[in-house]
């Protein structure tokens, strides 16, 4: 379907940008204002980002018996990240237990887009229709700049950081 093409289009191309994020986050080292900068930047952007295709794509896809099962794994994969940065956020920048953190998330992150747009994304888009897409143009662009806004970057305390 031609017309799926553009809402996954569109997902890629923050993927994209969150892999450029990630690249630059991995050159910068302690507790520095760029890195600073950076991991606030890629929260919101991932927060903002998983929300809008919660919202969009996978509360679409939830409602296809045959695509249940991969949006429910990607759906928890989403709060994992959360959870994640969360953690990081909540973790001095200056250590290195941050660095061994973020590493284990870009892995982990790189490879739940990955699944996204090897696997997932082209197996949904055999399930959609002209209302489905249509809903997600709608949906998508209005959420992600709602929730990237609302995005908190550290909601939890230093000392509530794991080990």
């Given amino acids: 379907m031609a017309d799926a093409a553009e809402i996954f289009d569109r997902l890629k191309e923050d993927h994209d940008k969150h892999r450029a994020l990630l690249d630059r986050l991995l050159e910068t080292s ?3 204002p ?3 900068e950076l991991f606030t930047e890629l929260t ?8 809008a295709e919660e919202q969009a794509l996978y509360s679409t896809m939830l409602r296809k018996p045959p695509t249940t099962d991969e949006t429910r794994h990607s759906v928890a994969e989403h709060h994992e990240i959360d959870e994640a940065l969360n953690d990081l956020a909540a973790t001095d920048m200056a250590t290195g237990a941050w660095l061994t953190k973020f590493k284990e ?4 992150y790189r490879h739940h887009i990955q699944e996204e747009e090897e696997d997932h994304f082209p197996d949904f888009a055999n399930y959609l ?11 998508f662009e209005r959420r992600k700049r709602e929730e990237k806004a609302e995005a908190e970057v550290t909601p939890e305390k ?6």
């Fill in 105 to 108: 998330f870009d892995h982990r």
């Fill in 44 to 51: 919101k952007e991932l927060k903002g980002h998983a929300a």
């Fill in 129 to 139: 229709d002209k209302e489905d897409m249509a809903h997600m143009e709608q949906v």
């Fill in 30 to 32: 302690g507790d520095t």
């Fill in 158 to 163: 230093k000392e509530d950081a794991k080990e």
């Fill in 34 to 36: 760029e890195r600073e």
